[in-house]
């Protein structure tokens, strides 16, 4: 898991489509700020919500080694992510403030997402320092293209100043995840699934 909390949902995107709770969802590329063309290898792949919880250690790790191509910071909402909040807020996760991480792996692109929430629409990178605040009025685009920022599987990545929820994106045919279930603990370094 990139952190400590609990499966807020995870399973497989259907046509583009991440499944929120009961009759919510919400498009790939919705989450990665409108980006279509970014989404694609997303299209049938596989997906994991982790809920953060103030109590949680705060700190995002690499849930796969990779190196960063670019980040998305993305304006919105700071809705509550907690439990309550998901199933009753249509596309929270798609409205809430976020910073995309676009990574290339060994097996491929993956995304991690790190969305903001009430009261902790604050993100730092191991690459950036504090990158939300401040807060943005349109997306924000910054490429890391021949800079070869490579970060290790679990190692630290980046950190919010309270609870929230990081989301893993997978394209089709590079992981299967195990059989995760909504509400279960995991922890920074636990196995989702095998690739």
Same mark, same amino acid.
């Given at each position: ?43 049938? &792949?596989? $997906? %994991?919500? #982790? ?8 700190? /995002?790790?690499?849930?796969?080694? !990779? ?40 097996? &491929?692109? $993956? %995304?991690? #997402? ?8 604050? /993100?730092?990178?191991?690459?950036? !320092? ?55 603990? /995991? ?9």
């Amino acid at each position: 898991s990139p952190a400590d909390g609990r499966i807020s949902q995870a399973g497989t995107i259907v046509d583009g489509r991440v499944f929120q709770a009961k009759g919510q969802e919400y498009t790939a590329a919705e989450l990665l700020g409108g980006d279509e063309t970014a989404a694609a290898p997303y299209r049938d &792949g596989r $997906f %994991v919500t #982790v809920y953060l919880s103030p109590r949680d250690y705060h700190r /995002v790790h690499m849930p796969l080694k !990779g190196t960063l191509k670019e980040t998305v910071h993305v304006p919105g909402r700071i809705f509550s992510v907690a439990p309550f909040a998901v199933a009753a807020i249509p596309r929270l996760f798609a409205r809430n403030e976020r910073l995309v991480c676009h990574f290339e792996g060994e097996h &491929g692109p $993956f %995304v991690v #997402v790190m969305v903001g929430a009430i009261l902790v629409s604050s /993100v730092a990178t191991v690459w950036d !320092g504090l990158v939300i605040p401040p807060y943005a009025s349109s997306i924000r685009r910054k490429s890391f293209a021949g800079q070869r920022i490579t970060l290790e599987r679990f190692a630290e990545m980046a950190r919010f100043n309270m609870g929230s929820t990081v989301i893993l994106l997978l394209p089709e045919g590079t992981a299967e995840l195990d059989a995760l279930q909504p509400q279960q603990a /995991v922890q920074v370094g636990q196995r989702l699934g095998r690739g």
